[in-house]
Structures are given as structure tokens and as C-alpha cells.
């Protein structure tokens, strides 16, 4: 049994987590510290007393970093195989799964286990050496974890990853272990030392190890009892160092277990006990295991299947790693490629190699452009590395390491990368040597020498036979560089000549024309991009998976269109196949701008959820540029709905996203928000400073969301009294929309430049003639109820019908804005109400429901028809989190059926 003395303040707070986790919070603790201080051992320890909670547990491996969700993996192994098997990614992620897609099924499956009335405690060991995908997957889940009984618990050194998921919990602690105090070292001392303790020994071995833990350990058990004892030693005899001191009381130890130590530190991982004494030749394991576990240098669970063992600490396999001998650390990994799995046998047979074997690199080359077709560009750069260091010749050396930098780029981590450039620029010249340079140049901000190395790469490829792929992947990264910064038309001919390179993938050769179609919209317009997207179905449902990054972008087009209905089939069908594993490379930011299309559609409150998931998918992969379109349609519905705080905040941080990232998309979203809270303020002159950085003296710079930006400035010069350039801005907006929602603003804002030349008579046609249309799916309630209040409002002013007239329109604008909670725009209504008699009660409902944002997203789901795990699904929460707000929804609005939410929703009182 292990020992284990102290940390009474930190168990208690950790038993103080479980307390609230039972009582229905989620709770985030973080146990950091640094390498043998107890972190391991306060969790297990505490673990063992969670009886009633459900346990996932896992360990991070060091040689398992480049394996994508190997820690997300871990957790559900040991569960019992129907409990996961609706649950299908988690087992086995498709390749180039997203993280919020794995964490969305890690949360259902969170939200079933919980079904059985236990919460759950989720623990991840050694959190630092994590694989980057199954840290964003949990920085997801702990964003999303609403109302839910989970325990999660993450023991590491301190590195920057623990600050960033501390930041995804709203209920975290940090627990910091530092060393033990001296009550706790004697303690420790008491359990390991026969008899008494001698006056003022636990003091001196406290001050000597620092409270260290592992030290401590090792001193007490490495050091006779009796020269621990004698007060007069000015100093015991242990090593200067921890590392040594573990050496040596490894050397006392019997033969048969410093051998059987040996294997376990060559090995590194949890392995059985029959497997180990073979790796160590060994007749006897479990006699040889007995020393080793009396000394505290390993665990053993012998309650497991296969009673697997492992060293305690990392410092302790370091120590006796480090002292193996060459040879018998080669013949030790020789061996042990024979024990382990075909993908962790790969490191032992490269440390098996004592010199270049030509042989080993070509299967580890084979291995790695297997892995990189499969999408584990980590694992496939890995391998491709140790193939480079093992080759005898130059070209081959040189070609391995430029190709396994090539696939560690394409993970968009360049930490790995970057100090290898002085080794890339050794490199013989040739296309992937320009095209690796070029992908680190823009990875490290140097955009024009990056954009200088791709295009040399570019043509250095076209004259090399097989190059086609460097090509490609050149053609790429410049077309990304070219959209950033708004050049359409160069990325139009540079993905039409990657197109033509052909033998493409089908998913490349999608995303390039999903690159070729956005080029298109930036240069001359998306009506215009629409015809590079024939090659779709025009049922979204009908797409295939790998056409998933075109049928974003022509949705995108149809949303900037003002095509909602078509705009939404096309983004959801997106998103939902990203849910199912599909993983489009555009998926995470269809939810962003799916709540625009909310926005537009006049259902605020579910854009506002939307955005909010957006937002978590964005934080959860580093991808602030993904960010701006989410937080675009939420300032737009605070502007709405007059939340001007709010409103002011979210715009400082489309700033910093502009100011961080300085792209014309992110400019445009910015400066539409700004120009949008200003609209809604009734700010004409505010308006037009909002939409400053979208001009170019008169003229609009950008082709994102074009007819947004013409309506707004339209809208802006009338205001301030400049109508020559406003008719001027109308007139191109007039050429280029056809229909939609926009139907309504050009008819506005044409009556507005008639009113504002005393033009009445024809504002007044202009308005009547729009109203004959009826409302359909492709209106937007926020301007066709500005549409109806400028009637209104004209008719009340000219007095040309009865007083009647102009209030049946007044009413209608106001109940729309109170139906949408439009609070600016619904005062400025009532207003002209009171001018016709009207009282405001008599003019339109009040605010509608007393629900929570959060309530609000699961109520419209479940009243659009989903059913508690569809909702779950795609709200990315767990099922339990949906029952928990549905169940406060009935209780609040006093009903009891879907039904009656539904009539609730559509009217509300």
C-alpha cells in the first residue's frame, strides 16, 4: 500500500469540490506543482474515497503527445462498452476531428453516465504532457459544463495550459503543493524510522530537502536509522543531488529488481507484470518486484487485469534511464519493441538504433506519410523526423526533415518547428525547402518574406517532377495570405492554378475551391462567387462530406445575399456533420455565422446562444479570428436591444481582435458593430464614423457583407445631410441585391431620401408599395418593423390618411420591436404612438419571458422540435444540463408540454 502523510488543507479542499459537486455545481481543481512534490499521490488518494461518484481517469504520456485525443481516449476505456458505444469519435476520432466536436461527445456522454444518479469525477495525470487536442476537447467540455455533477481534477507542473483551462471553468481552483511542512515531515519520518524520533531530526531533514516529498522519501529510506539519528553529523551522507540520491538507493537494491527497474524505465508506461520481467529476463517478476515496491520506486495495481506496474515518479525513470549504459539501454528498447503496440514500438526501435539504419528510416518515412494521409500530421512529423536522423545520405536526410517539418506546420504549431530553421536553411535549394521556409515565415508574422518564399516554391515545383504536392500546399498558404489581407483577385487565379496542378485529395480540392469561390466574393461580389459553387446540390442534405467546405462558403455567399432560409439549411447542414465527425476545416466558424442568420431572422435570443457557443469553439482552438463573426451578431443584438453596456464592451474586444489580427474580415465585422450600436442609438453622425475604416474616400473598400455596409452608410449620409452621395451609395446597393430581407431596407432607406428632399407623396408610395409584400421566411422582423414605423410615422406627419391609419402601422412596428425586445427602437415607436392617442399597453406586448440566456437557448431548441439529446447535441451541453433548464423553463412560465413552449415562444406575454 502506498504511503502517504500530510496535505490535510488540500485534501479538505478538495473534499470541500466534491461537496458542492454533489450538491449539483461542476467544479474545476487544478493540483499543480512541480515533478515528485505528491501530485499524483494527494489525487489517487482522494479518488479512492469518491465511492459514490463515477471515475474517468487518465494519464498523459510523454511519448503520446503527438497522438490527437490519446487523453480523451484514456477516459472512457475502462467503461463499460455500451455505456460509450452511442458515442463512436471518442473511441476512435475520424481523422482531422475537431476539438469542440470531440468535447461535444465527451459531454454527452458526461450528461448519460450522470442518468444513473452518480456524478462524476473526470481526472487527468501529468496534464503537461497532454496531447494539444485532448487539452482544447477539455477546455471545451469545462466551458459547457452548465448544470452538471462533474468532478475534474488536473494534476501538473506548472505550464501555461493550466492557466487557460482555470480560465474555461467558472467554478475553478488552483491548488498549489509546495513542500511538506515539518509536522508532515515527521510524519513521514515516524512511518519510515523504526522507534523514536530523536529530538530536532524532523526539523533538520525538513530544512535539508526542503519538504520535498520524493527527497524526504529517500533520505529517510537510503540513510541508516542510526546516522539519521546522531545529532552531531554536521551533514548526512546523501547525494548533492535528488537524482543521485535515487541512484543510490537503487544501487542497494537486489540484481533481479534493478533489473526489473531498468525495464520499467525503458519502457515508461503502465505495463503488466509478466511483460516487464520478460522485457528484464526475469524467472521470478513478482519476487523481484517485492524490493522495489518496499522502496518506494514503484506502484503495482495488483486488482487489475494483467497486475500492470509502473515506476512512481518521472524523476525516479529519469535517474535510472540516464544511468543505463548504451548498450544496455539499446538492448533493453530492442527488446521492448516487441512488448508494446505498433505505434509505441516505433521509439524503441529508433532507440535501439546505434547508427544510421537506412532500412528503419524508409519504414519510418512509409509510416509517416501513412499517418499524414490519415490527418495525424504530429505523429507523421515525429516519425519523419527520427527517418531523417537515421539516413545515411544527404538527400534523403534533408528531404525527411523539410517534409516532416512541412507536416508539423500544418498543425499551425510552429513551437516545435521554428528552431529548426538554421537545419532547414542548411538544406539543399529546392521547392519544399522555399515552401517549409515560407509556412515559417508566416507562422512568425514576416508575411512579405513568406509570401516571397511560397511563391518561389510555387514555381521551383512546377519544374520538378513529383512536386505537385509542395505546389499544392504552397498554393495554399499563399491563398491564405492573400485572403487575410483582402486581395481577391490573387487569390482567385492562385487557387485556380492549384486546381489545375490536379490529383488533389477530394478534401483539398474542395477547400481550394472553397478558396477560389471567396476570392471570387472578395474581388467582384458573392452573387458572382455563387457560379463557382454549381457543382453542389441544391439541397445542402444531398452534399457530401468532402464538400462540406464549399457548401460553408456558398452558404456564406446566400447569408451576404440576404438569402436567410437558404443560408441557414446550407450553415446548419454544416454544422451539424461537423457534430458527427465530418470535420470540415471551415465547421467551427458556421456557428458564428449561423447567429448572424439568427441575428437577421429575428431570432435574437437564439443568436445570442449561437454566439455564445461560437465564442467556446473559438476559445477552446486558439482561433481568435474565428471569434469576430460571434461577437459581430451578439453586438448587434445588445445594440438591438439597447444593452449598451454590454454592447460597448463586446465592441473593445472586436478592437483587440482587429488590433491582434488587423484582417479585412476582422475590420469589417468590427466597424458593422460599431455602426450598428450607433444605428441604434439614432447616432446618424456616429454612424458614419463607425463605418470610417470600410472607406475609401466615398467609396466601400470591402466586399464581406457589402450590402450591410451600403445600407448602414445610406442610412448615415442621409441622416447628416449629405443626400447626393447617400442616392449615389443606394444606387449600387439597388444593382447588387436581388430580394431577401434587403427587399425591406432599400425600400426604407429610399423613402427616407425622398422624405428628407420633401419628396412625401413619393416616400409614401415607396413605403405602401414594400408593405404589399407579405412577410415570408426571408424577412428581417428588426427591418421590416422599421420598414412599417417610417409609414407610420410619414402618414401621421402628413396627415394624408386618418390618424387611424397611421396607428394600425405604428402598432405593427411596435409590436414587432416588442416581440423582438428591440427596447431603442420600440421607445422610439412609442413615441409616435402617443402622437396618435395611443397608449403603449394598447400598443404592443411587453418583454415576453423572465428566462435566463441559457434558458432561452434550450427553450428554443426543444420548441423547434428537438428531443433532450438531439437539444444536448447541438447546444454542445450534456442531456442533464437540458433536462435541469427545462425543468426551470415549465417551472417559470407555469406549463408543462413542448407544445406549450412553442405557443409560449411565438407568444409571449
Known amino acids: 500500500m502506498t504511503l502517504f502523510v500530510g496535505r490535510a488543507a488540500e485534501s479538505e479542499q478538495l473534499r470541500a469540490c466534491a461537496d458542492e459537486v454533489r450538491a449539483g455545481a461542476s467544479r474545476l481543481v487544478v493540483v499543480e506543482g512541480e515533478a515528485g512534490i505528491g501530485k499524483t499521490s494527494l489525487v489517487r488518494g482522494f479518488t479512492a474515497s469518491l465511492d459514490d461518484f463515477t471515475v474517468l481517469w487518465a494519464t498523459a504520456d510523454p511519448s503520446e503527445t503527438d497522438f490527437p485525443y490519446g487523453v480523451t481516449g484514456q477516459l472512457t476505456r475502462r467503461l463499460d462498452r455500451a455505456a460509450v458505444a452511442g458515442f463512436p469519435l471518442l473511441a476512435e476520432p475520424a481523422p482531422g476531428s475537431t476539438p469542440h466536436v470531440i468535447g461535444g461527445q465527451l459531454l454527452l456522454l458526461l450528461g448519460e453516465l450522470q442518468q444513473s444518479g452518480r456524478p462524476v469525477a473526470v481526472v487527468v495525470d501529468d496534464l503537461q504532457w497532454a496531447d494539444r487536442q485532448s487539452v482544447q476537447a477539455l477546455g471545451f467540455v469545462l466551458r459547457r459544463l452548465w448544470s452538471d455533477r462533474v468532478l475534474t481534477i488536473l494534476a501538473t507542473r506548472p505550464v501555461a495550459e493550466s492557466d487557460n483551462l482555470l480560465r474555461s471553468s467558472e467554478r475553478a481552483t488552483r491548488l498549489e503543493l509546495g513542500g511538506l511542512s515539518g509536522d508532515e515531515v515527521a510524519s513521514l519520518a515516524r512511518a519510515l ?21 520524493l527527497h524526504a522519501r529517500t533520505v529517510l529510506t537510503e540513510v541508516p536509522a542510526d546516522v539519521l539519528r546522531d545529532d552531531t553529523q554536521q551533514r548526512w551522507p546523501v547525494p548533492r543531488s535528488l537524482l543521485l540520491a535515487i541512484n543510490t538507493q537503487f544501487d542497494r537494491l537486489p540484481a533481479g529488481s534493478r533489473e526489473m527497474l531498468e525495464a520499467m524505465a525503458v519502457l515508461d508506461a503502465r505495463m503488466p507484470l509478466s511483460a516487464v520481467g520478460r522485457l528484464a529476463g526475469l524467472a521470478d517478476p513478482a519476487e523481484a518486484l517485492g524490493p522495489a515496491l518496499t522502496a518506494g520506486l514503484a506502484v503495482w495495481w495488483p486488482s487489475e487485469p494483467q497486475s500492470p506496474v509502473a515506476l512512481v515518479h518521472a524523476l525516479q525513470r529519469d535517474a535510472i534511464y540516464d544511468a543505463l549504459s548504451p548498450a544496455r539501454r539499446r538492448a533493453l528498447h530492442a527488446g521492448a519493441a516487441g512488448l508494446v503496440g505498433t505505434a509505441a514500438s516505433w521509439s524503441h526501435r529508433v532507440a535501439a538504433a546505434d547508427s544510421t539504419d537506412d532500412d528503419l528510416a524508409a519504414e519510418l518515412e512509409q ?54 530553421r538554421p537545419q532547414v536553411e542548411d538544406c539543399a535549394p529546392g521547392p519544399l525547402r522555399s ?55 490573387d487569390t482567385v487565379r492562385i487557387a485556380r492554378r492549384t486546381l489545375d496542378i490536379g490529383d488533389l485529395d477530394p478534401s ?24 463557382d459553387l454549381t457543382h453542389l446540390p441544391e439541397a445542402g442534405v444531398d452534399v457530401r462530406d468532402d464538400n462540406l467546405d464549399t457548401l460553408a462558403t456558398r452558404g456564406v455567399m446566400r447569408l451576404f445575399l440576404g438569402h436567410l432560409p437558404a443560408a441557414r439549411a446550407d450553415l446548419r447542414t454544416v454544422a451539424l456533420r461537423d457534430q458527427q465527425g465530418a470535420s470540415s476545416r471551415l465547421g467551427p466558424a458556421t456557428l458564428a455565422l449561423q447567429s448572424v442568420v439568427h441575428y437577421l431572422a429575428g431570432e435574437w435570443d437564439e443568436s445570442e446562444s449561437a454566439a455564445e457557443r461560437a465564442r467556446a469553439v473559438a476559445a477552446s482552438q486558439d482561433q481568435l479570428a474565428f471569434d469576430a463573426a ?36 476582422d475590420i469589417v465585422y468590427s466597424s458593422l458593430a460599431a455602426a450598428t450600436v450607433a444605428q441604434a442609438r439614432a447616432d446618424h453622425a456616429g454612424m458614419h464614423r463607425s463605418l470610417g475604416p470600410l472607406l475609401d474616400g466615398t467609396r466601400l473598400r470591402y466586399r464581406p457583407f457589402r450590402l450591410w455596409q451600403q445600407s448602414l452608410l445610406v442610412e448615415a449620409l442621409t441622416g447628416t445631410g449629405r443626400l447626393d452621395e447617400a442616392e449615389a451609395v443606394l444606387h449600387d446597393l439597388r444593382a447588387e441585391h436581388d430580394g431577401g430581407y434587403l427587399r425591406d431596407v432599400v425600400a426604407r432607406l429610399t423613402g427616407q431620401i425622398a422624405e428628407a428632399r420633401n419628396r412625401p407623396r413619393d416616400a409614401e408610395e415607396t413605403y405602401r408599395q414594400a408593405l404589399t409584400f407579405e412577410v415570408d421566411a426571408d424577412t428581417a422582423p428588426l427591418y421590416r418593423g422599421a420598414l412599417e414605423h417610417a409609414y407610420g410615422k ?12 397611421a396607428a394600425t402601422w405604428l402598432t405593427r412596428a411596435h409590436r414587432r420591436f416588442a416581440a423582438l425586445r428591440a427596447t431603442p427602437f420600440q421607445q422610439r415607436c412609442e413615441q409616435d404612438l402617443t402622437a396618435t392617442g395611443l397608449t403603449v399597453a394598447e400598443g404592443a406586448p411587453g418583454r415576453p419571458l423572465t428566462l435566463t440566456e441559457r434558458e432561452l437557448s434550450v427553450a428554443h431548441v426543444i420548441a423547434n422540435g428537438r428531443t433532450n439529446q438531439e437539444a444536448a447535441a447541438e447546444l454542445y451541453v450534456s442531456q442533464k444540463t437540458v433536462e435541469y433548464h427545462l425543468s426551470r423553463i415549465y417551472a417559470k412560465l407555469g406549463i408543462s408540454s413542448r407544445r406549450l413552449l412553442a405557443e409560449a415562444l411565438r407568444n409571449p406575454s
Open 794 to 805: 410619414l402618414l401621421l406627419a402628413t396627415g394624408s390618411t386618418s390618424r387611424r391609419d
Open 630 to 665: 460571434g461577437r459581430f451578431a451578439a453586438v448587434c443584438v445588445d445594440a438591438g436591444r439597447g444593452e449598451w453596456p454590454r454592447a460597448e464592451r463586446r465592441l473593445d474586444e472586436l478592437s483587440h481582435i482587429v488590433q491582434s489580427f488587423g484582417s479585412p474580415p
Open 367 to 420: 509510416s509517416g506519410t501513412a499517418e499524414a494521409a490519415l490527418g495525424r500530421n504530429a505523429v507523421a512529423a515525429t516519425r519523419l523526423r527520427w527517418a531523417s536522423a537515421l539516413s545515411t545520405g544527404r538527400d534523403d536526410r534533408e528531404r525527411r526533415l523539410l517534409t516532416s517539418c512541412a507536416q508539423s506546420l500544418l498543425t499551425l504549431r510552429a513551437d516545435a518547428v521554428l528552431p529548426l
Open 193 to 213: 524510522i523504526a522507534g523514536p524520533l530523536t529530538p530536532g531530526l524532523s526539523e533538520r531533514l525538513h530544512a535539508y530537502t526542503g519538504g520535498h516529498p
Open 508 to 531: 483539398t480540392t474542395d477547400l481550394t475551391r472553397a478558396l477560389l469561390a471567396t476570392g471570387r466574393m472578395w474581388h467582384v461580389g458573392p452573387a458572382a462567387a455563387l457560379d
Open 435 to 489: 515552401c517549409v521556409l515560407g509556412i515559417m515565415d508566416m507562422m512568425a508574422g514576416r508575411i512579405p518574406t513568406a509570401e516571397t518564399h511560397l511563391g518561389q516554391a510555387w514555381e521551383e515545383a512546377r519544374a520538378t517532377p513529383g512536386a505537385g504536392w509542395v505546389a499544392a500546399l504552397a498554393s495554399l498558404f499563399l491563398a491564405q495570405i492573400t485572403i487575410a489581407s483582402g486581395r481577391g483577385a
